[in-house]
């Protein structure tokens, strides 16, 4: 019967350590060296009784961690005499391992960083720069026709409504009075062709009843429907002008 082992790859001999403190919680400021060093000769026998080749860093690992074990073995009264005779107190032999863990487990992180970034970077789909002057040459011409838009002209009287009742409030006297809306639309044309030249829409709005401004607002949009006038406006927010095109066969009568 064949049997299918899988264990952890590491990078290197620190990634094992590290992996070791982690798995067993130790603070990585106090290794129990004795515990640790267990653990791994543990894990490099297991790579052997596999048949797996062992890195000669592996080794050279396994040994530091036999080197410091035995420091850490020696007899504590020797601490007493280096205070009693004025000796130096040794370094923990444990210092300069820690550091390296420390060093390693910092770029260890950073690569993990980069590589959550680069795998949300490779989510994102981009394309070179296409030439898009042709379009915006097609929109223009296409805007040349038709300056002013239904939205325009709700948004021009709604200002015109509110300028005309700032100036003078609107009459409070009920008194109807029914317009058609083909006679205002004949007394636009009249009123355009007779001075031959645009008028401003506020000059098409003279008489300040609410009715009147409905009725002329109404008859400058079946005019625009019917392209018997051309309405322009030079700009965002600009005053929209209103001219009367050749061709207009509206009457001014009832």
């Given amino acids: 019967m064949q049997y299918n082992v899988k264990i952890e790859a590491f990078e290197g001999p620190l990634d094992l350590l590290l992996h070791l403190i982690n798995r067993l919680e130790i603070d990585i400021y106090d290794i129990p060296v004795a515990e640790i060093t267990e653990q791994y000769l543990l894990y490099i026998h297991t790579m052997k009784e ?25 007899p504590k009264h020797e601490e007493d005499l280096s205070e009693e005779y004025g000796f130096e107190e040794e370094e923990d032999p444990r210092e300069e391992l820690v550091e390296r863990l420390i060093e390693y487990r910092k770029y260890k992180e950073a690569a993990n960083e980069f590589k959550d970034l680069e795998h949300e970077r490779s989510l994102i789909y981009t394309k070179p ?6 379009y915006a040459k097609e929109a223009q011409s296409d805007n040349a026709d038709l300056n002013v838009s239904l939205y325009d002209m709700l948004g ?16 409070a006297k009920v008194a109807r009075q029914e317009i058609p809306i083909e006679k205002r639309m004949g007394e636009i044309i009249e009123l355009l062709k007779r001075t031959n030249s645009r008028k401003s829409l506020n000059e098409l709005f003279p008489i300040r009843e609410r009715n009147h401004m409905v009725v002329t607002f109404l008859a400058l949009l079946e005019l625009m429907k019917r392209q018997e006038v051309l309405v322009e406006q030079e700009g965002n927010f600009a005053e929209i002008y209103v001219t009367a095109q050749e061709g207009g066969a509206v009457d001014a009568t009832d």
């Fill in 50 to 74: 596999l048949e797996l080749n062992v890195a000669s860093e592996f080794l050279v690992m396994a040994a530091t961690l036999l080197a410091i074990k035995s420091k850490m073995l020696l």
């Fill in 129 to 134: 720069p296409s030439d898009l002057s042709e």
């Fill in 156 to 171: 021009a009287f709604q200002k015109l409504m509110r300028r005309k009742k700032l100036q003078k409030p609107l009459s």
